[in-house]
Nanobody, 124 residues
């Protein structure tokens, strides 16, 4: 099993910055793709940023130029640097990872795992 935990959320004023962290643990051989999603109350969950298989990086138009997604493979960690935050960025942010797992000396295909989310509130 894989455990995914987000952290770094909180209350910030408009124009401020936050850095979200996502830590994945378990029998992880390799993280193939990562993504950050967000969901505001009454809204559908939407993709914010992703690093796909092949290391292609995608951003939602609403955050392009303000947010930066990155990862540290050695630490099985994913980050989302959020700058120039706006009230409309307020949401619960979720980390998603797609991984291959190890079992003994063998590698097996894993799957997709989600964290529980971290709240980001942008307000004056």
């Amino acid at each position: 099993q894989v455990r995914v935990v987000e952290s770094g959320g909180g209350l910030v004023q408009p124009g401020g910055s936050l850095r979200l962290s996502c830590a994945a643990s378990g029998r992880i051989f390799e993280i193939n793709a990562v993504a950050w999603y967000r969901q505001a109350p009454g809204k559908q969950r939407e993709l914010v940023a992703a690093i796909t298989t092949g290391d292609t990086i995608n951003y939602a138009d609403s955050v392009k130029g303000r947010f930066i997604i990155s990862r540290d493979a050695a630490k099985n960690a994913v980050y989302l640097q959020m700058n120039s935050l706006k009230p409309e960025d307020t949401a619960v942010y979720y980390c998603n990872v797609e991984v291959d797992l190890y079992s003994g000396y063998e590698v097996m295909e894993g799957g997709e795992y989600w964290g529980q989310g971290t709240q980001v509130t942008v307000s004056s």
